[in-house]
Every structure is written in C-alpha cells, then in structure tokens.
C-alpha cells in the first residue's frame, strides 16, 4: 500500500476509509470540500486518528500515492486525471476494502429496488441461519464491514454506480443486476456511462461466481455477455432458465414452485421481481425453497420504500422517498390502483418527467411539486394532470389532505434527489412522516 493515501469526501465511507488506511500504516490525508469544522463527526476522526486534513483544492492531489473517492465525489474530476497521468492508483471505498473483507459476497445493483433485495436477502440468509452481515451503499461502509466479516460468513453488498465505477479487483461471488434505467445522469453525463459503471460489477466476476440479471431489462441482459460468471435469470413475465420467474400467481424458482404472489407483503409489481431476484441469490447461496419462502412471509417493508405511514379519515400516506428517478417513481404509481395525490420535485438529476405523464393522468386526481425542479417538472407534466406549485413538502402535504376523499392515498414519489430542501432522501422522508404524524382528522 503506498505511504501516501488521501480519502476525498469525510462522510461515513471516507471517515471508514481513513480509518482502514491508519490501521495499514499509510501517511493519511483527508480533506472535503466543506471545512474540517462544518463536518460533524468526521471533525473529531481526524483529531482521534491524528491525520492532516486540508479543504479540497487541486493541489491536495499532487502527491499522494493513492487516493480513495467517496462515492459521492465524481471520478472524472480534472485533478484526478491528472493524479492518474502521473502514477497515482486512484479506487473507491469499496476497492479498498476488498482485499481485507471475510467470506463470500453478494453485490446488489440496480436503478430501483437495490435496498428492498439487499435487506430482503440479508433477512433470507439470517433465517436460514447464516451468518450474515449487511452494507455497502446501505447503512454500513464495506470499509467498517471488515473486522465483522468471517470466512464462513456473507458480505450483502448493495452497490450504487458510484462505487462500482472504480473497482477493479472487487469481486462478487453472487452478484444481481434488478433493472438498469436512467438515473444520476448530472453524474455520469450519458446513460452508456451509467451502465457501464453498474456492469463493472460482472465484469470482474470469474467462472465460480454467479451473474443473476433481469431476463426482461435489455441492459442487464446484455451484461451476460461482459461476465465470466454462470448467469442466471429472474423474470416477471415468462418462464426463464436457471432461475425464477412468475407464473400466474405463483412464483417458480429452479424450475419448483416457491410460494404464492399473495404472500409476498410488499406492494408493487417490481417488488415481485425483488423477491425473484433474491429468491434466485440465496439458493445459490444454499438457502432451500422453504426457507426462502418463510423469510418473504415476515419480510417488512424498508423505511423510504412504499412505507405506509398512517390512515387518517380514509386517506392513506404512503411513503416512497427513495423513489429519486423518474423510473422509481412509476414503479410507485404502478403499485396503486388510482385515487392518488402525487408529490413530485426536489434536485433534477437530468431526468426526463414526460414518462410520468401517461400514469398520473390515469391515477392521480393531482402532482403536488415542491423543489428546484418543479419548473421542469411542470413543463413535461402540462396538461396531462392537474399541478399544484406547492413549493414545501409541508404546503404539499396539507394541500392533498385538504382536497382528498375517503379512499385516496397521498403518495410522496418526488421522482428527484432531495439534496435542494433536505440533507438526503431519509430526511425528506422522515420530514414526510413527522408532518403526516402532526395532521389531525379534519385539517
């Protein structure tokens, strides 16, 4: 490892990094755009672990050996390349951690649904008595998952785009593609860069390892033919081998039944999709039929994923603040039959709102916008459904109450990032729920 190491980006990933790095004796630099002191927790890390740190300019990058990105800082910066040109190895949290991580893994990427199939496999896994251990883009750094990982244990690793984008010798014994559909373009410029940063995940996978696509996304189907890996398939549309799939109201995996569609307790086509896909990952892992079945029965629903918030005079709240592309957000309305108030807006990742159109003018009595987007979002919308410029998520909430009948459902689907009004997607949903908490019947 060089002497020389410099984590960019001090929030959880780089606070985990920096750690890892001071444990492997490297000469530790830190720094962010914000000042040491605007950074919270990370302020008190850097003081505890004795490293330097310096506001992010081009020239903490001209000397160290290496350099780890958080996930949120975009790879392609000027600085970097030129680091690069001179020899520097630049990687992210996760290429970092992987020559020190236990046991075997599964990598979970995907637009929509990485966080349902993550937690949904780490609780199959758990079930089966398994010894298991659940991260990555969700909750823990694979950095901090390390002194908990085992050599009989599993690493469930959900992965975004900006993690996979610099690995190159990570490696997923199991690893799933969901669905590959356009998001974090203000990121990643076009949508070949996107995919190709989510097929990097097989593209360092080997022949004992296991590809597990979507059979009826055109992308992660495509990615069968960038693996070494065995592949197997999920779809909810046709009978596919190796893998699972939907057959009327029954669910086959392996070419046996698994369980009924009903007793799946999450609502929405694409989480039945979830379920397969997770199906097919945890019997590769040795999880039998029964054992899969009984984990989806006593699965919940994650907090920010369609979450049901309260029922007040016959209006339901539901909850989808993680719904931050367009895409996610249609998978949203496809779980609802009508009757819906829709809250749309937030920070625009160069999305395309018209795909909206069609769903709400057929379920939804209005789209609610607040955020920086809401000019943009109307513009696609117009006279499809009607608007309300709502500007905050409070004047949107109370808005669809006021005007709502027994048997709608207020649904916050922003179709957006939050980073505009809220400091991520949790807060905008946990902000969601505390207004909702606060109506009282009659408001």
């Known amino acids: 490892m060089p002497t020389k190491a410099l984590v960019v980006g ?26 040491l002191a605007a950074l919270g927790p990370a302020e008190e890390l850097v003081k505890r672990l004795g490293i330097r740190f310096a506001r992010q300019t081009d020239a903490v990058f001209e000397e160290p050996g290496l350099i780890v990105l958080s996930p949120d800082v975009p790879a392609d910066l000027p600085a ?3 680091a690069r040109l001179r020899g520097a190895r630049v990687i992210g949290e996760v290429e970092l951690a992987a020559p020190f991580l236990h046991g075997r893994t599964i990598g979970i990427t995907g637009s ?5 199939t993550t937690s949904l496999i780490g609780h199959i896994l758990r079930g089966a008595g398994m010894a298991v251990q659940v991260g990555g883009n ?29 690995i190159a010798e990570f490696r997923a014994d199991i690893g799933l593609a969901l669905n590959v559909t356009q998001n974090h373009l203000d990121r990643h410029h076009t949508f070949e860069n996107y995919a190709a940063a989510k097929r990097r995940l097989f593209e360092t996978m080997t022949a004992s390892d296991c590809a597990v696509l979507n059979a009826e996304d055109a992308v992660c189907a495509g990615f069968a033919k960038h693996t070494a890996a065995e592949v197997r398939w999920f779809s909810g549309a046709r009978s596919v081998e190796p893998g699972a799939y939907r057959q009327g109201d029954e669910l086959v995996l392996d070419g046996r039944p698994l369980m009924g569609v009903s007793e799946i307790p999450l609502r929405g086509a694409h989480n ?65 039959a009508g009757g819906l108030w829709v809250i749309l807006g937030g920070k625009d990742k160069g999305l395309d709102y018209a795909p909206l159109r069609a769903p709400l003018a057929a379920k939804a009595h209005a789209a609610l916008l607040i955020g ?15 608007l309300v410029q709502a500007g905050t998520l409070e004047h949107a909430v ?18 957006c990032a939050s980073f505009d009004q809220f400091r991520s997607f949790e807060h905008r949903g946990e902000t969601f729920k505390e207004i909702v908490g606060r109506l009282e019947a009659g408001d």
Request: proline letters at 3%; aromatic letters at 4%; hydrophobic letters at 50%.
């Open 10 to 35: 001090m929030k959880l990933s780089g606070m985990a990094s920096a750690e890892l790095l001071v444990r492997q004796g490297a000469d530790v630099r830190a720094t962010d755009l914000k000042p």
């Open 80 to 82: 970097l390349e030129r």
């Open 112 to 116: 929509n649904g990485k966080t349902t």
């Open 138 to 166: 969700i909750g823990t750094p694979v950095t901090a998952m390390i002194e908990g990982s085992r050599a009989d244990g599993w690493n469930v690793l959900e992965l975004s785009s900006f993690q996979l984008e610099t």
């Open 272 to 336: 039945v999709e979830n379920v397969l896909a997770a199906a097919v990952a945890a019997a590769r892992a040795g999880v039998s039929h029964a054992q899969i079945a009984a984990a989806v029965r006593t699965f919940q629903a994650v907090e920010h994923r369609l979450e049901f918030v309260r029922q007040i005079e016959g209006v339901d709240f539901y909850n989808d603040s993680k719904a931050t592309s367009v895409d996610a957000a249609l998978k949203a309305l496809d779980a609802f």
């Open 372 to 386: 920086a987007a809401a000019g943009k979002i109307a513009a696609a919308l117009a006279g499809a459904v009607p």
């Open 398 to 415: 109370r808005t669809a109450y006021a005007r709502s009948q027994p048997g709608d459902t207020v649904l916050l689907a922003p179709a």
